[in-house]
């Protein structure tokens, strides 16, 4: 009974109610997750009109991504402003791009020419584009994507939050094929649900419609609000960035919209892009926000461990040495009590985590990944701890 001392009291009640509030605000944190599943129910299946849409198709040295995106998209929506931007080929891209115009004599072609200096361009690009459309939405696609099973779907998942008036843009996650590494889809289900996470209007949600880290390649926006933000004034000095700051200062003049639907999304070769510049770009509360998840997450894991361990130690001072049960006061069942009530509300938070992640990874396509992603976060977590004096 010597561990359960008059000194010990203090600590067990501090202990349990900062561990009671730490497990309250991961809680908090795993509901904010849960926003995309009200988010799913809500994609119409009636988008805009194809003629008020320009579809925007970029790429670089690839003929074949144009042919292939070019043809399916006048085969499903003859109606359909088109425009290919070349962005600095230096194979045969233009003449096949020439061919197609010949072929579909609407068909835009913007080239940005080759530049040794400016080699980040689809900034550039995307300006261009924007300049030559007449549509009053922009659809944007890269020629690396896949295309949908249903063009049609796809275009009407894509723009159908527009219908509700006040949408200035939509983007919808990008999948990685079934023979990608389990590390590749660990990174595409994270960065594909974080930055739908960030855009979901829910409880502890910090920041409203900023798509942080967004896979660039399977967006939307209204055209005219384009030019009222000025395009990339706020950010042009950054090489990457291109759709994530773009829809970030779109947010300033209405809601950017998530959509989280198979139809929506297309499947790309996994694009993987890390840039200090970048996140210093990105607004202090957002930039902190994941350290402030791993905080929160390695210091409620440590709450349960030191709750664990005093479990164990109460359960000892209250047995004999021939392992049967003693008399002990009130107090010391009641503290039992309250590190058994933190294990349970514990456990609790990672199964609602588990679940929410299991129907994100089946969401994407991916199965049942999402089951790993727990331990999956938490090795990254623990790499990055051990590993930051390299950087």
């Avoid at 499947?267 to 402030?292: G, V």
Wanted: one cysteine or more.
């Amino acid at each position: 009974m010597d561990y359960f001392c008059g000194e010990m009291i203090p600590s067990l009640v501090f202990l349990f109610w900062a561990s009671l509030g730490l497990l309250l605000l991961a809680l908090g944190f795993m509901l904010q997750m849960l926003g995309p599943w009200w988010a799913w129910r809500k994609v119409s299946a009636k988008g805009m009109l194809v003629e008020d849409c320009s579809l925007m198709i970029v790429g670089r040295h690839d003929a074949e991504g144009f042919t292939r995106w070019i043809h399916a998209a006048y085969a499903a929506f003859p109606a359909m402003e088109i425009i290919a931007v070349d962005n600095q080929s230096e194979d045969d891209t233009a003449n096949v791009l020439e061919s197609l115009k010949r072929q579909y004599p609407l068909l835009v072609v913007v080239t940005i020419p080759v530049s040794e200096r400016f080699w980040g361009t689809r900034k550039l690009a995307l300006t261009l584009a924007v300049k030559a459309a007449h549509g009053r939405y922009s659809m944007w696609v890269d020629t690396a994507c896949a295309l949908p099973e249903d063009m049609t779907q796809w275009q009407k998942r894509l723009t159908a939050p527009f219908r509700h008036g006040k949408t200035v843009a939509t983007f919808a996650p990008v999948k990685v094929a079934d023979s990608a590494t389990l590390g590749t889809k660990m990174n595409v289900f994270g960065q594909n649900a974080w930055a739908v996470t960030r855009t979901i209007s829910f409880f502890l949600t910090p920041s409203k419609g900023i798509p942080t880290g967004m896979i660039p390649v399977n967006f939307a926006f209204e055209t005219a609000k384009f030019f009222d933000i000025k395009g990339y004034v706020t950010n042009m000095h950054l090489d990457g960035g291109e759709a994530e700051f773009l829809l970030a200062d779109l947010a300033e003049l209405g809601p950017v919209i998530p959509v989280v639907h198979p139809d929506a999304m297309l499947e790309r070769p996994w694009l993987f892009r890390h840039d200090s510049k970048m996140n210093a770009h990105r607004r202090s509360w957002e930039r902190l926000s994941l350290t402030r998840h791993g905080w929160v997450l390695f210091l409620a894991d440590l709450a349960v461990l030191v709750a664990v361990l005093h479990w164990g130690l109460l359960l000892m001072a209250v047995q004999d040495p021939e392992g049967a049960t003693q008399q002990y006061p009130v107090a010391v069942g009641f503290h039992i009590a309250q590190c058994q009530a933190l294990i349970g509300f514990y456990i609790l938070v990672q199964l609602l985590f588990m679940a929410n992640a299991w129907a994100w990874s089946k969401r994407l396509g991916m199965g049942a990944i999402g089951l790993l992603s727990p331990f999956w976060l938490r090795a990254i977590l623990l790499s990055r701890a051990l590993t930051f004096w390299k950087r």
